[in-house]
Each structure stands twice: as C-alpha cells, then as structure tokens.
C-alpha cells in the first residue's frame, strides 16, 4: 500500500522549459533563449555527478546552476554574463511555472496521501517555488537534506526514513527514467507522468516502461487512478 | 525584516494535555490521566537532555516518550503496561488536537511568510499533526533533520541555513521561555505565545519577557500584529 508519493519537481510539476528560456530570452537578447535553456540544462547531469563521484565536495545547485551559465555563455556564446544576469537567470528556477495540471492535482493527493517533493533543488528553492505555484506540499525533500543528489540512493531511502515507512511504501513520482529507475532499485514504486513539452520544441523519449506502476498524462489524471 | 517563522508544535499550536491525557484515561482508567500526562511531559527535557549532553545516541522522541511512560507507570503508578497501551499513548502525541485559533492563524502567516514546524518532534509525527490538524505549514522541521534537539543551537541555525536567510530573518514562535531563549542566543526574533491552559489545571507562570520582539494570545492576534 502507497503511504507516501515523493514527486520529482524540475519538468515534472513545473515547466523549466517556459519559466528559463523566458528569462534567458530577457537578459540575453541577442541568443536563441530556447537552445540555451536546454544547454544549461545538458549540463545538469555532469555537475551533480561531479559530487556524487566524489570529485566535489557537496555544493548547492543554485551555485552549480550558476557556473555552468557562466562557462557556457562564455564558451559557446561568447557572451560574458554579468554577475546580476547570472543571478537573475540562476533565480529563474526558482519560480518555474507549474504544468496547469500539478496545483491542483497535488492538492487532490494530499487528501489521501503524504505528498513530498523529491527534488535536486534545495529546500529554499522550494519553498518559494511552492509559494510561487500553490504547491500545496505536506513536505519539502529537498537535496540539501542529504547532501545527496538523485539518483544517489541516500535520497529515495532518506524520504523513506524520514517518513518512518517502508521504501515500498513510497511512490516515486517523476517524468524522467533514470529518476524512476533509482528509484525502483532502491525498492521504491515508481508512477512516470508523460511531459513531452519539457524540453520544449525538441523531442523527448517518452517511451512506456512495463516496470514503472503507473503512467499519467499529469496530476489530475494520476489522482484519478489513485481513487483522490 | 523577518522572512522565516519557525514554529513549536507540542503546546504552542496544539494542546497537548487534552489529546493526551484523553487518551491516558482510556488506556489507563484507573489512574488521573490529567496528573499522568504532566508527569509525562515532566520526563520530557531529561529525556532530551541526555542526547544532547553525549551521554545517549541520537533517539527519536517516539521511543524516548514510550520508555518514559514506561518506567513512570512502572515506578510511580505501580502499572505494566502492555505493548498496544504504550504504542497508543505514544501515537497520542502524533494527533494532539490544535489550539482553535492554530490552523487559520497558520495558513493566514503563510501569505505573507514563509511558516515552518521547528518541533523536538520527528518529520513523520509532524505530518501526521498536520494533517488531523490542517495545518498548512511550508516545511516540516522535525528534530531527526539534525538529530538534535531544542535548545540545541544546532536545531535553530539549521533552520536559518536551510531556508538561506540569516538567523535575524527567523521569527521564532513559542509558548515557552526556554525555547524563545536559546533561539535568541543565536540571532534570531521571537514572539511568545500565551497558552494558559498548557498544563491543563496546572498554573502555568507566563511572566512576560522584555526580550520578546512580540508577545501574542493565539496565532490570530500574531497574524494580526504581523499585518497578514
């Protein structure tokens, strides 16, 4: 039985595609603020894995986020970013806009269900990102609870703990396959919400996995299937 | 400008000898719950005291309060307490009835801050308060995210770090002096909060203090003073 639903926030109830390339499109006018989101974001999986292997002690993603625009922008871009730029772009991920269907669906599975972010933002972040969207979270499993980045299995087996449940007790919920995938090796069950707008005009791979236990179009649809 | 409220739970937002020391009587209808519950509560610092001072391991309140109770009936009451009577007075704590004036006064603080539990209390009691309660909290500060307990400093700086604001930006909100103390020692506002009836029939002394940015009756009376 499904106790607790740990739900990936980043493409899976916000919408970083729109909320970055939007602010990327203001402070850098003359670049193609569509391709630089999705830029930055390709350099999301080597950063956190940096720390994960070891290679770096624990930093938050606010400051990854902000040294890999930086770096970028300067070597593909050839653009030197000011420091308010960089600041205003890093906050940017702060106050994502939510797909329209999470608000309300997270609320739906509250009723029934602890409902927890499972996020590599810090808890800070998600705060003002529930703030910002009516993210109404029982819990905000933030990254800097662990000093851990997904898919470390710290993570998935921490929001266990800290819920004082069973990993199977616990409900993965994420549009994203290596998320899902951790999760499940960690005994966690995994629920795969289909987003093939996340990286915007490019095609994403949405390809059903028998494994995961559920797969929904969005929060109300996967509410409907849990009985909220 | 305070941008944090970090609030008690046990006392401050719920009464806690009314949720207790109903479920005493029903448990244990031989004896005068309402005395049982405060002695109870009166193990409560020693208890916390000997995790902070070294001389125990980290332990979660739940089993700090069931060996407690334990070994007060056994001492003092001259009772064994069976397996399902110590599980179910222990539970009693994870659904303490709210003070009246709680829920509504936390969800109007939250428009305007941002409005954590910080609780001797573990994440998962918190979120099962929350829930029987309503209590619309933006984060869980359960003791385990530290493994320490208040009046640790630990417990009210990791509050500040985690939501990245320095410890003047934090309000924190109790009904005891103790608590309001320590987290004035390291930097942050307080405001007390008068409950009278904490203790039941027990008179409880609430001497103002000066050193208190706000003294209010309920949470009510505090959203008002904060203009929310």
Same mark, same amino acid.
Request: proline share 5%; net charge negative; aromatic share 8%.
């Given at each position: 039985?499904?106790?607790?639903?740990?739900?990936? @926030? !980043?493409? =899976?109830? =916000?919408? *970083?595609? @729109?909320?970055?390339? =939007?602010? &990327? %499109?203001?402070?850098?006018?003359?670049?193609d603020a569509s391709q630089l989101a999705n830029d930055w974001r390709d350099t999301y999986a080597p950063a956190l894995e940096q720390i994960e292997s070891g290679a770096r002690q624990w930093t938050l993603?606010?400051? &990854?986020?902000?040294?890999?625009? +930086?770096?970028? &922008?300067?070597?593909?871009?050839?653009? =030197? %970013?000011?420091? @308010?730029?960089?600041?205003? %772009?890093?906050?940017?991920w702060?106050?994502?806009?939510? *797909?329209?269907?999470?608000?309300?669906?997270?609320?739906?599975?509250?009723?029934? !269900?602890?409902?927890s972010a499972l996020s590599n933002g810090n808890v800070a972040l998600l705060a003002e990102m529930a703030k910002h969207n009516g993210f109404d979270w029982d819990f905000l499993g933030g990254a800097d609870l662990w000093?851990?980045?997904?898919?470390s299995p710290e993570v998935y087996l921490g929001i266990a703990r800290l819920m004082q449940v069973e990993p199977s007790d616990v409900l993965m919920v994420a549009t994203h396959a290596w998320d899902l995938d951790a999760a499940r090796a960690c005994g966690l069950r995994t629920a795969y919400i289909e987003r093939p707008r996340e990286w915007g005009p490019?095609?994403? +791979?949405?390809?059903?996995?028998?494994?995961? #236990? !559920?797969?929904?179009?969005? !929060? #109300? #649809?996967?509410?409907?299937?849990?009985g909220c």
């Open positions: 039985m499904v106790k607790v639903l740990a739900v990936d @926030t !980043f493409g =899976t109830v =916000t919408d *970083w595609h @729109t909320g970055v390339s =939007t602010v &990327l %499109a203001e402070q850098f006018p003359t670049v993603l606010d400051d &990854l986020h902000r040294e890999s625009l +930086d770096a970028l &922008l300067r070597d593909s871009y050839d653009i =030197t %970013a000011t420091s @308010t730029q960089l600041d205003t %772009a890093v906050h940017a702060h106050v994502i806009p939510g *797909w329209p269907d999470a608000a309300d669906g997270i609320r739906r599975l509250t009723s029934k !269900f602890v409902v000093r851990h980045y997904k898919p490019v095609h994403k +791979d949405e390809t059903p996995n028998p494994l995961d #236990d !559920f797969r929904a179009t969005g !929060f #109300d #649809d996967l509410a409907d299937q849990l």
